[in-house]
T-cell receptor, first 112, second 113 residues
Framework: EAQVTQNPRYLITVTGKKLTVTCSQN?????MSWYRQDPGLGLRQIYY???????DKGDVPEGYKVSRKEKRNFPLILESPSPNQTSLYFC???????????FGSGTQLSVL | AQSVTQPDIHITVSEGASLELRCNYS??????LFWYVQSPGQGLQLLLK??????LVQGIKGFEAEFKRSQSSFNLRKPSVHWSDAAEYFC???????????FGQGTRLTINP
């Protein structure tokens, strides 16, 4: 089944403790992206990747890192999480650009 | 800069009634426009998109949307809603050559039986 898989689904952590949210797609997509969803703000792009080893900042990249070492994986790294990063995170992928994005089920992150 | 406004945060309609969700965008050139739906606890799913051509586009699940350049709008419609349409709906705009979508704030749809 074609899908974008994010893990974990829920995560509670404390300020400053490094964490990684994984994202994997099995559709051989070139493009991958991370979004955060906050009430009243919709989805905002954090980072995106056009292909392996090619990443770029979205609208809200501060406090986040990404890497794209393999085509299928695009992990999101929070090296020192803070409470303002409490949010619902989505990974998405597509064959190219934003033409048709496939989304994962989301990761609800709480930073205490 | 691109922006998207969905004026209605929450809409309630009765099952079987018609639906229209509003979306206004701000962008200088011809935009790429999208509607996504997010069911509870799920990721987003593409309903329909407009790139060019016929301004009335058909999507999945019986939805359609009309691009009106003069009003900078891309409203989503459905003639008769079903209880399973209860979800959050997001309008989004992209531009050629860029690699990101800008999403609206979302409209939560509740269906009364």
């Amino acid at each position: 089944e074609a899908q974008v898989t994010q893990n974990p689904r829920y995560l509670i952590t404390v300020t400053g403790k490094k964490l990684t949210v994984t994202c994997s797609q099995n559709m051989n997509h070139e493009y991958m992206s991370w979004y955060r969803q906050d009430p009243g703000l919709g989805l905002r792009q954090i980072y995106y990747s056009m292909n392996v080893e090619v990443t770029d900042k979205g609208d809200v990249p501060e406090g986040y890192k990404v890497s794209r070492k393999e085509k299928r994986n695009f992990p999101l790294i929070l090296e020192s999480p803070s409470p303002n990063q409490t949010s619902l995170y989505f990974c998405a992928s597509s064959f190219s650009g934003f033409e048709k994005l496939f989304f994962g089920s989301g990761t609800q992150l709480s930073v205490l | 800069a691109q922006s998207v406004t969905q004026p209605d945060i929450h809409i309630t309609v009765s099952e079987g009634a018609s639906l229209e969700l509003r979306c206004n965008y701000s962008y200088g050139a011809t935009p790429y426009l999208f509607w996504y739906v997010q069911s509870p606890g799920q990721g987003l799913q593409l309903l329909l998109k407009y790139f060019s051509g016929d301004t009335l586009v058909q999507g999945i699940k019986g939805f359609e949307a009309e691009f009106k350049r003069s009003q900078s709008s891309f409203n989503l419609r459905k003639p008769s809603v079903h209880w399973s349409d209860a979800a959050e709906y997001f309008c989004a705009v992209g531009r050629q050559g860029a690699q990101k979508l800008v999403f609206g704030q979302g409209t939560r749809l509740t269906i009364n039986p």
